[in-house]
């Protein structure tokens, strides 16, 4: 069964940096066609994509968003972290990470979200 | 960058057949995937490949995509498909993926 699940800062301050990590189970993001992307929705509003990185280390970034955004994996601990600098409060939102099989390019399944507020 | 139109809100009656529309420029010729998203959960890929299920998802749910609207229908709708769905491509021109509006299926 493959499972993933969001960590990091509930509450954090405009013009902080953001660190989201997701730990996954089921899979790993060795060689094998394997990706994790992550996506936000802010409260009330649509989902977005903003990044994904493959097994091989390859790299996509969302265009709106790509100067602020990094994404790393480890795959010794089965972990993919986002970093988000110069947080502001309009990055308020849910954020969920979700497995990517290569050349699929659906998203199934997702993690549980994770909420994070942005104080001004 | 590529965009994806959905109508905001969709009503049915229980029973009747609920369709929501995914528009985009000749997205007959992506893939379209679809998440059904219930209050206060997660995305759920429904359909995938315009037309395929996952295990565990009803046949009533189906998907079809051609010219310039892809769209998901569910038959027979029940109160429990009551959600927000959205709909996906992913763009190979930039080698990014985009989500639609979302669109919110109320059942009446």
């Known amino acids: 069964q493959i499972t993933l699940k969001e960590s990091g800062p509930t509450l954090v301050k405009s013009t902080q940096t953001l660190t989201l990590t997701c730990t996954f189970s089921g899979f790993s993001l060795t060689p094998g066609g394997v990706a994790v992307a992550w996506i936000r929705q802010p409260p009330g509003k649509a989902l977005e994509w903003l990044a994904l990185?493959?097994?091989?280390?390859?790299?996509r970034y969302s265009p709106s968003l790509k100067s602020r955004l990094t994404i790393t994996k480890d795959t010794s601990k089965n972990q993919v972290v986002l970093t988000m600098t110069n947080m502001d409060p309009l990055d308020t939102a849910t954020y969920y990470c979700?497995?990517?099989?290569?050349?699929?390019?659906?998203?199934?399944?997702w993690g549980q979200g994770t909420l994070v507020t942005v104080s001004s | 960058s590529y965009v994806l139109t959905q109508p905001p809100s969709v009503s049915v009656a229980p029973g009747q057949t609920a369709s929501i529309t995914c528009g985009g420029n000749n997205i007959g010729s992506r893939s379209v995937h679809w998440y059904q998203q219930k209050a206060g959960q997660a995305p759920v890929l429904v359909v995938y490949d315009d037309s395929d299920r996952p295990s565990g998802i009803p046949e009533r749910v189906s998907g079809s995509n051609s010219g310039n609207t892809a769209t998901l229908t569910i038959t027979r709708v029940e109160a429990g498909d009551e959600a927000d769905y959205y709909c996906q491509v992913w763009d190979s021109s930039s080698d990014h993926w985009v989500f639609g509006g979302g669109t919110k299926l109320t059942v009446l």
């Open positions: 979700a497995q990517e099989r290569v050349l699929s390019n659906w998203f199934d399944p």
């Open positions: 990185i493959y097994w091989n280390d390859a790299k």
